[in-house]
């Protein structure tokens, strides 16, 4: 590896196994100002921006944390993501988050902002509750109202106002944002072996504690650095896209044994909520009608939203479909209810449309591949073996 | 007092899920005996072995209380005592071998072995007979042994000499094992009721004869003080039983009382400034908080999985081949700790034959197991409202001393500095806490 | 101790089997009639506006609880788990997707009819959401969706009624217009509302009763009967206001005898625990778990559970004059909809109250809307009121993950510590 | 052109054993192959160190056939096969075990793996091809190692566990999923008087309930080969088929003798058919 980018991975990998969120720390020292922390999938980070903070997202302790405390507050039952975000928060890991914004994902996190509430009664906590009624003047004006609440909430911790400019502007930033990550995700999927696994995933990743016009730039960086690898081979490998993994994330571990047992991961829900919209915000308009509109209109069909028709499945064909897959690889975290109610919807897709499947379950602290790799092996061997007659 | 040699007792018994554990106490609230045995195969006969080895080692308390009585012995029982216990212990130990000689005939008469019945049974002859030679080895002056029961003790010996014995293409190791497998049950399952009665002549006479230098009427006041203990009338009045199995115990159910409570008067009798009590059994665990006279005020227990507790420790131990008490001072020796997250039971063999075929060291995984299962224990404690001072760890695990360490330093890291009381007799905790139980409802009833 | 089964069963009770008899008769031959139904969930359930259209409700929480109770969710969730469903997930949902897979016979042994409409009141539980995208596979017909915002602070703000109500009017209105084709009637919903409040105060009388001592009811293995009616079907119904009246009278029948709860074996004689719980009850091994209690001498005097249809007992009454903006109030206010702090709250005053001598909890693996957050509540609850807790998990109507002696084990070691306690504080 | 006859090995590292297999194929790539099998040995490896035993069994098959490594093409490995250090490929369990249990019987359309610690059903189609799977997720109480330490605390060797069960009057269902638990749940019943028989028949038939999720949820077909060590349990077998009349469903359950060795059968074929691939792909380049 080349030192240019051997510097970059290594950033990438500090800024993912720092729980301490030093990066935070830093940014707010320099910039003498304020961050408010998520949890996973989408929450309008634009106006946390324009208030001129740092949005966080916290993905839960990831394979390094030992959970102690986080424990003593969910049943076995319940997914690791909540008792990690806990252990942090408990073991003052979070303390330079002058907020935490709960979306609406599931009961775990939404119940998780009411634990928040009685456990740090002095922080800001907010649910947020996104709208499943996408008539703009139902659904629409109470997301437009709930949005303007979040404004002047952040306008409030950040303590200064700001104009709708500066909310165009952040959205301007995002729109980049989001951009780039696509740009990432179409080279990987055109040559996989170029963009390893483990790499994509933390430069993705890396966009949870950056600032977004950093993490632009980080990307940008990336794309071109891989590139000059000369050692990068294609392999005889199967294609897949995983999905399942939106809120709590697998351990890096995992997405190398999937690579090593033969599968190029050629799309994924991993972190979610930076590629929630699709395709540009209007940066023109009224920024919080923006803002809800894209929310109505231009959302990706995740487990958290309501979908009565076969809008998911056709999704996740047609990802499947663009990135040449060859298969699909359910990876859900155990107990995550959103991701496993939808799985067999998602398979009758898959079935219908004769595109191959397998699944697993695995969560954030899983130290244990063999399996797994037992199960991908066998799929990406299925998939070569027999294609190659 | 009118008889001198009766004395009114108490019992505990706690029958766990892997150990049945009793408790003799004399009406002072003395511990004079203690008992255990493997809980394995009946929950009935656990119970009666676990109280006859209760009733022996009492009886050894009673000789000692003689014999500090009498001028002429006081102060030989130090050193008299444990070598008479060493020796009583291997004549219990030949005994079972006999039994077991039998067993292992019987197994072996099986329509399976008919083809070679007279070799396999001439094989099995040979093995007990070395393992009743090896005998005096385990049972010597300052003997380590693996286990303190028969089934482990004969079955570490036992699977060395079929090993070398067994014969693949003839009588196979998986035969000699299976006969071993099916004897060992009848002969675990029988208890020997007249066991001091039996065995303490022949010890005695081993001793004595042996000259250690006791005078002749030493040696005379001797016997007759093992005498006096062997046939003192032990007038049981109450007793209670506790623990996993208790509603299998063969007792009216107001004898029957919640393992949570007797593990907290228990610990509390045994060091009265206790708050808080983590117990580590076979197969759950246990964080209990006790007020300043013993009394539960919360507690919490592992939920449904087995995962972290001590079957895991044995199956590790298993795996390795080596006894459970080796297997804290190995973890002790490791220098850079494994991170381990999962404590399945089950498949704690398999992660470790994993790691080390990644080349990680045994003794490394082993510290990282220990701590992966304190880790749990951490959360079950803050569960029930954290770790006070001073704080109690009972159960069998608290005889591993690994597991023993990576808690003190978890304590530490979260809690800050707190008092540990770790007592060597720490299994017998819930029986003494249902001992204590017994006496206390039946002075009540007497009030 | 309980004495013997009391040798005439209580009228109520009778009434009640009738009423649910009578409702999946007519259920099965819904279709036939020319009936059409609507299928939907119990928090925040729109009974009356249903009814208004003159459809038939079907609740499948309620025939997946019967299932449970009947032994027959064991073979429903396999079913549903042959189906590709995980493990991991709500068992209501699997069960209830397995009944339908083995011919979606009730409870009664009818055929349930097929759903004309689902209404998703979407009150509660992400869960619900995903359930009905499921039964929408199943079944080519129209969903309805309202979407009830969280109450993270318990109360309520004038946005979330302004968005349910215009939910009720663009959303489902149309709806149930289309699919009965009928016109919405309000005066017809107003009367069936003004009946809803009359019964609502029956059963909060009752549901108070636990206040004396000794309590004439158990208020969460009895509760679940007497909440029955309120919380599905039967609200806004004249066999629903009969039921209340009567139920009201037997209880306080029994409140001036000095009588304790009816358990299935004879009426409990002896009240030495008064307890509060907190999650649903088990169903497949209802009974077995409810003598744990009784067998002890414990009675529940209050239960969150029974507030899952509706916290009436503080305070919330459908009312006839605000029709939809009161079906607004009354879904937002479901106890699953509430934050936790509320739900903290609740419970603390339940037990100072109904003057419990235990708080307990209950903790269902399916169920991540009442348990996430439960071992918290747990805490606060100790804190702030000085009574220990006990926490047992079971499941909704999973038999695999009922283990019975592991709860006794611990219901008893609860009991018996404070037995102890209260030992200790008088003396010793 | 009759093809080249071809020798290749297929080593299986299981957990709880090794095992070789050794055969010759002839034919062509791409076409159909003549088997014969040569030999086949498994060895357990009861906590010794897993190397020596890999080393011991491929030695002893090897010898057992008079060949030496230099006379074969192909050493295929599958299980965990970073040990066998001397293999040229590897191919993931499924993969082999889908191959050799095709191999055993030709007409099989499912296969269920239950081995030491696992079980694990597929489905097959033309060519071998694995078409679905499915595994038991972490929880053990239905394998072979569970069953094995059931069968000692009940005082019975492995052999006797079959014959045992299959002689149960009224079995005895286990009811946790945990092994641990399971196992105390067994105690229990010991205690209560139940016979050997009846526990070990409840197990099997827990075990068989358990598989049978697993069969259909990869929609197994007509005809299931148990492959892996728990097929020479004749009363895990019996369950099997008892479960599965039960259910009127239309499966039929076989075992073959050489089940356990359905892994490394089929590894050696794999391999032969890779070797031939590959020569060529070679004579195509060259
Ligand atoms: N000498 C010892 N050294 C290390 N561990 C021990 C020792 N004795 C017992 N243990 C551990 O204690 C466990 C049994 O503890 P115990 O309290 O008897 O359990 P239970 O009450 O459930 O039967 C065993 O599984 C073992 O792991
Ligand atoms: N005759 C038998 N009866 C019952 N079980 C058997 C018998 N022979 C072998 N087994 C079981 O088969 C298992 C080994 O199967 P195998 O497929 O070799 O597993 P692995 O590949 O994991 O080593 C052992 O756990 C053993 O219990
Ligand atoms: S992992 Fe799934 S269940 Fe857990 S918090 Fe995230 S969405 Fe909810
Ligand atoms: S098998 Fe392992 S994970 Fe499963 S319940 Fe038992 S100990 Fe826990
Ligand atoms: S998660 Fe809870 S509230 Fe939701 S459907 Fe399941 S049981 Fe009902």
Redesign the interface.
Known sequence: MKPALKALVDRVTFLYEDLDLTVVKEWKETHRAKAVGYMPIYVPREIIHAAGMLPVGVMGGGEGLEIIKGDAYFQSYICHIPRSTVELALSGRLDCLDGMLFPSICDVIRNLSGMWNMMFPDRYVRYIDVPQNYDPEVGGSFWRRELAELRADMARIAGREFSDDDLRNSIRVYNENRTALNDLYLARSREPWVYPIAEMYLVVRAGCVLPPEEHTALIREYLQLAQREDDRKDKDHSRVVIVGSFCEQPPVGLLKTLERAGCWIVGDDLVLGLRWLIGDVDPDGDPLVALSSAFLANSTEAASRYEPGDAKGSQLIASVRDNDAEGVIFCAPSFCDPALLDQPMLVTALDRAGIPHTQFKFSEDTGQFAVIREQAGTFSDSIRLWSEV | MTDLNKRDIFIGIDLGSTTTKAVILDDGGEIIGRGITNSRSNYDVACRIAREEAFIRARFTLARNVMEADPLLSGLEGSFLPRLEDSFKQHQYLGQLEHLRQALWTAAGNARHFAYQADFRKLLNEIVDNMAATAPALFGPGAARKSDFFRDLAGAEYMQLAEKTADPKGINFETIVGAYDSAILTVENTSDEESFKSHIGAALDLLLDGGNGETPEQSDRLRAAIETARNYNLNELATVGTGYGRQRLPFPKEWIRSEILCHGLGAHAMFPDTATVLDIGGQDTKAIQVDDRGIVTSFQMNDRCAAGCGRYLGYIADEMNLGLHELGPLAQQSTHRVKINSTCTVFAGAELRDRLGMGQRREDILAGLHRAIMLRAMSLLARSGGVKDEFTFTGGVANNPAAVDALVDLVQQNYGSRRLNISPDSIYTGALGGALFAMRDYQGGQA | MTRPVDADKDRSMELQKEMIAGMFDDLSTAHEDGKKVVYTFVPGNLTELIRCFDLLPVLPEINALQSGMRKLSGGYITEAEKQGHSEDVCTYVKCDLGMLKKGNVGPTGKRLPEPDLLLLSYTGCFTFMKWFELLKQEYDCPVAMLHVPYSPDGKIHDHQRDYIVKQIRTELIPKLEEVSGKKYDEDRLKKMLAKSATAEDDLVHVLESAKNRPSPIDAYFGGVYYIGPMFTAFRGSDEGLEYYRLLREEVDARVAAGLGPVTPDGTMTKERYRLVVEGPPNWTSFREFWKMFYEEDAVVVASSYTKVGGLYDRGFRHDPDRPLESMADYCLGCYTNLGLPSRVELLEEYIRDYRADGFMINSVKSCNSFSAGQLLILRQIEERTGIPGGFIESDLVDPRYFSAANIKNRIESYLQMLEQKRGAGVGA | MKGTELLSVGVDVG?SSVKTAVVKTVGEA?GRMEVEVLGLRAD?I??RE?KAVIHECYGAAMDECGLKSSDVAYIASTG?G??VEFRRGH?????THSRGARHLVPDCTAALDVGA??ARA?RIGE?S?????R?T?????G?G??LENV??????????VGPLSTKASSPEMV???????AE?DV??M??RGISTSDILKGIHLSMAGRFL?LL??IKAGSDVLITGGLAADDGLVAALQEKAAEEASVMRIHTHPDSIHAGSLGAAL?GAYRHR?LEKREMAAT
């Open positions: 957990t791409g357990r009861r906590r897993m965990e970073e040990l191919f993931y369990g499924m993969t610690l696992h597929m060519g091809k694995v078409m679905t799977y595994m997720s972490q929880c053990a109480s394998s190692q569970f069968a000692r605390y009940l005082g019975v060797a492995l052999e006797e009811s946790s999923i945990c092994a641990v638990l105390t105690i229990n010991v205690s999720k259909r949820a794999w691939i």
